[in-house]
């Protein structure tokens, strides 16, 4: 499956879960118990987590700066 792809379809994944996820694929690589192949997948499905989580929280983190604009607008306009 393409980057591409896998991101799109993580776009719709809540953040919490993606993150959750994350963390179990991480505590499997680290056991050190997984065949090379599923440790290349599931690293593979890591990097697509790590993406869609940082891009939903980048655009968190916008809204929330616009809303800041916005609430010093309507301050200065008092």
């Known amino acids: ?4 792809n896998q991101d799109s379809m993580l776009a719709d994944v809540p953040f919490g879960e993606a993150l959750a996820e994350l963390e179990r694929i991480v505590s499997e690589l ?7 192949e599923e440790s290349l ?5 890591g990097v697509a987590l790590l993406r869609a989580c940082r891009a939903k929280l980048e655009a968190a983190e916008q809204k929330v700066t ?3 604009g916005e609430l010093g607008e309507n301050q200065d306009s008092e």
Request: net charge negative; charged share 30%; aromatic share 6%.
């Open 1 to 4: 499956m393409s980057e591409a």
């Open 66 to 68: 616009m809303l800041i």
């Open 30 to 36: 680290e056991s050190g118990t997984l065949e090379l």
């Open 41 to 45: 997948s599931r690293y593979e499905r």
